[in-house]
Nanobody
Framework: QLQLVESGGGLVQPGGSLRLSCQTS????????VDWYRQAPGKQRDLVAG???????NYVDSLKGRFTISRDNAKNTVYLQMNNLKPEDTAVYYC?????????WGQGTQVTVSS
């Protein structure tokens, strides 16, 4: 069973930084892409960023310049570096892959931006 495990969330003050990690239970190279989504209370789950097998990246326009997605194939891990965090970034952040035509999600990691 494929598993995605997120970590790195927490409480941070506005302007602070966090780095989220998503570790996969399979060799990360088998996935065409690994994505980060987020879901704020009462809102739908939205794409934040994605990174492909050949390290092409895409971001939601509103987050460009503050968030950076990267990968370490040796560790089967994708990272999301989040800088200059704002209260509106508060959400549960989820890792996602589509593998063999099926969507897989991690359990999520809570990010709370508050003073």
């Amino acid at each position: 069973q494929l598993q995605l495990v997120e970590s790195g969330g927490g409480l941070v003050q506005p302007g602070g930084s966090l780095r989220l990690s998503c570790q996969t239970s399979r060799n990360i190279i088998v996935f065409n892409a690994v994505d980060w989504y987020r879901q704020a209370p009462g809102k739908q789950r939205d794409l934040v960023a994605g990174i492909t097998r050949d390290v092409r990246t895409n971001y939601v326009d509103s987050l460009k310049g503050r968030f950076t997605i990267s990968r370490d194939n040796a560790k089967n891990t994708v990272y999301l570096q989040m800088n200059n965090l704002k209260p509106e970034d508060t959400a549960v952040y989820y890792c996602h892959v589509n593998y063999v035509s099926r969507d897989y999600w991690g359990q999520g990691t809570q990010v709370t931006v508050s003073s």
